[in-house]
T-cell receptor, first 114, second 112 residues
Framework: GAGVSQSPRYKVAKRGQDVALRCDPI?????LFWYQQALGQGPEFLTY????????KSGLPSDRFFAERPEGSVSTLKIQRTQQEDSAVYLC????????????FGPGTRLLVL | KQEVTQIPAALSVPEGENLVLNCSFT??????LQWFRQDPGKGLTSLLL?????REQTSGRLNASLDKSSGRSTLYIAASQPGDSATYLC???????????FGKGTRLHILP
């Protein structure tokens, strides 16, 4: 079976541009997580969905960041008016059940804002 | 606020040696602790998951221990191989919370 996939794998954006990052979780996985990983750092939690419900968005760094999962499967992380400090790898993970099961990570989208 | 620290930040050892990676966390009220491996340009691969009620988990040449009361975990790698070269991340899940809090990782390089 396919794992978690993310697209694009690489994105270069000019400062001020809007970007959209896509995550396709493992089929049937209820929970979906987004993390941001800056260079040389560990991943930091951004937001969490259970099915289509966004249960925790406390990690989103500003109101320029928005995530959705309208049908409880594919999720999109949108960043408006990108800034240089948004440059990072954005990781998506899914799990069968949030608390009990391990999270399976996608390869990430590497975003570079110039 | 839960904080996870990993020491050392980087480590180079000759092939064949046994090694230990360290992880510490500030709040002992965790649900579980997990060790991940991250290869350059790739996502994270879960290596071992230890529930809060457990003391250790083993998988092949890997052994992870957990001492909740002291806020520490170690990842032991036996008979290291060049293919073990990667960044190893320690992460804790906070009780009654879905977040995983990661350390910054240890970059491991096994010298052939």
């Amino acid at each position: 079976g396919a794992g978690v996939s993310q697209s694009p794998r690489y994105k270069v954006a000019k400062r001020g541009q809007d970007v959209a990052l896509r995550c396709d979780p493992i089929s049937g996985h209820v929970s979906l997580f987004w993390y941001q990983q800056a260079l040389g750092q560990g991943p930091e939690f951004l937001t969490y969905f259970q099915n289509e419900a966004q249960l925790d968005k406390s990690g989103l760094p500003s109101d320029r960041f928005f995530a959705e999962r309208p049908e409880g499967s594919v999720s999109t992380l949108k960043i408006q008016r990108t800034q240089q400090e948004d440059s990072a790898v954005y990781l998506c993970a899914s799990s069968l059940l949030a608390v009990v099961r391990t999270q399976y990570f996608g390869p990430g989208t590497r975003l570079l804002v110039l | 606020k839960q904080e996870v620290t990993q020491i050392p930040a980087a480590l180079s050892v000759p092939e064949g040696e046994n090694l230990v990676l360290n992880c510490s966390f500030t709040d002992s009220a965790i649900y579980n602790l997990q060790w991940f491996r991250q290869d350059p340009g790739k996502g994270l691969t879960s290596l071992l998951l230890i529930q809060s009620s457990q003391r250790e988990q083993t998988s092949g040449r890997l052994n992870a221990s957990l001492d909740k009361s002291s806020g520490r975990s170690t990842l032991y790698i036996a008979a290291s191989q060049p293919g073990d070269s990667a960044t190893y991340l320690c992460a804790v899940r906070v009780n009654r919370d879905d977040k995983i809090i990661f350390g910054k990782g240890t970059r491991l390089h096994i010298l052939p």
